[in-house]
Structure formats: structure tokens, C-alpha cells
């Protein structure tokens, strides 16, 4: 079975330094990456996402990720973090069957 | 640009009754999802449906749930018989052909009292 680990339920991080968001995946088979990010009162927004190819892929609002298939983590990075990015951040994996398993997500605060 | 959109925001509903949760997926997406998160527990997939069938459900979805395309542009959710554990935020997502990311509405809110 697929699972999603998202070892930090919150991470904070003062405006304009880098943040990192960790996820870590088990799969049987190619994984297909997502992140997302949900807004108080919000549905989940699409970031970015790995489906093969180069390990580090670029999403929305300058948010980066980088594949490592030996240590099976998809963190999610910025170089500098900005106070609105503050949000619930959700990883999530698909091996092809389209139904995502996402992870118990993790509050970004992100402080002036 | 375009988004999912969900109806109601928010339901309350009494145990036992059953509830439609209705959704409209971007117009040219040919893949429907459903998933929920009960109150601080994660997003769990409940069924996804493809050319007016269900492609895969969860062990969640059982015969209490079913899913529907009743015109060219919504997409429900029946629950017939609610229990309090089906209290949870429920999502709809589209998918469009040849793409991977699926594009999620805002939710409608369920409370079972």
C-alpha cells in the first residue's frame, strides 16, 4: 500500500529566509509527486509536481521540489519565504491509478 | 480561470437523513474524484469516476455512498442513510485528459447531528 509521510506538523520560518517542507513516500512502483496547498476556508491548490524526468521541478509561486528516489522524500522548497505563503501544505502520491494518497499536511507559519 | 465549484459551503443534516453534495468540475475535464477529511485527520480518497462509471472507490465508499453525473456538468455525491462519522469536509477534484494533477473545489462542509 501507498503512503505519505509529512514528519512536521508545523514549520516556521522568519520572511526572506528559505523554507523547506519535508515529505517522505513508500510506494510499490513509480510514484507520481504532488504538492498542494490549502488557504483558511479554501480547497486544495495544485503546486507543483513530479512525474518523471529532471528531480527538481519548479510550481506555482517560486515554490521548487526535488525528487530523491534513494531517499524517497519529495521536499517542498523556497529560496525565500514570504509572510502570505503562510498555509496548510499537503504532499500526496499516485503510482498511476489517479487516486491520491496525501499526507496529514503541514501548517507553514511564516513570520515578518 | 476556470475552477471547481462545490454546493453547499456548508450542510448540517440529521442522522439517518440523505444528503446530495454537488459539484461542477472544469468544463473540459473527462475525470471526477471525490475524496473527504474528517476533522484533523488527512485527505482520504472516497471514488473516482470516469465515462459515466466508477473507475475505483476506497473501502470508505461503501454501499451507502454512490456517485452521479446526472447532466453535461455536475457531478453528486449521494449519502442515503448519514451517520455522525460521515461529519467531514468533502472534496470534488477533475482531472483533464493526459494530465496528472487533479484540480480540487473548496468543499462543502458536512455536519451530521
Known amino acids: 500500500a501507498q503512503s505519505v509521510a509529512q514528519p512536521e506538523d508545523q514549520v516556521n520560518v522568519a520572511e526572506g529566509n528559505p523554507l523547506t517542507v519535508k515529505c517522505t513516500y513508500s510506494?510499490?512502483?513509480?510514484?507520481?509527486l504532488f504538492w498542494y496547498v490549502q488557504y483558511p476556508n479554501r480547497g486544495l491548490q495544485f503546486l507543483l509536481k513530479?512525474?518523471?524526468?529532471?528531480?527538481l521541478v519548479k510550481g506555482s509561486y517560486g515554490f521548487e521540489a526535488e525528487f530523491n528516489k534513494s531517499q524517497t522524500s519529495f521536499h517542498l522548497k523556497k529560496p525565500s519565504a514570504l509572510v502570505s505563503d503562510s498555509a496548510l501544505y499537503f504532499c500526496?502520491?499516485?503510482?498511476?491509478?489517479?487516486?491520491?494518497?496525501f499526507g496529514s499536511g503541514t501548517r507553514l507559519q511564516v513570520q515578518p | 480561470e476556470p475552477e471547481v465549484t462545490q454546493t453547499p459551503s456548508h450542510q448540517v443534516t440529521q442522522m439517518g437523513q440523505e444528503v446530495i453534495l454537488r459539484c461542477v468540475p472544469i468544463?473540459?475535464?473527462?475525470?471526477f474524484y471525490w475524496y473527504r477529511q474528517i476533522l484533523g485527520q488527512k485527505v482520504e480518497f472516497l471514488v473516482s469516476?470516469?465515462?459515466?462509471?466508477?473507475?475505483?472507490k476506497s473501502e470508505i465508499f461503501d454501499d451507502q455512498f454512490s456517485v452521479e453525473r446526472p447532466d453535461g456538468s455536475n457531478f453528486t455525491l449521494k449519502i442515503r442513510s448519514t451517520k455522525l462519522e460521515d461529519s467531514a469536509m468533502y472534496f470534488c477534484?477533475?482531472?483533464?485528459?493526459?494530465?496528472?494533477?487533479?484540480?480540487f473545489g473548496p468543499g462543502t462542509r458536512l455536519t451530521v447531528t
Open positions: 469516476f470516469y465515462n459515466n462509471e466508477i473507475s475505483e
Open positions: 468544463s473540459n475535464h473527462l475525470y
Open positions: 513530479y512525474i518523471t524526468g529532471d528531480n
Open positions: 477534484a477533475s482531472r483533464r485528459e493526459g494530465s496528472y494533477e487533479q484540480y
Open positions: 500526496a502520491v499516485d503510482t498511476g491509478r489517479r487516486a491520491l494518497t
Open positions: 510506494v510499490s512502483g513509480n510514484p507520481y
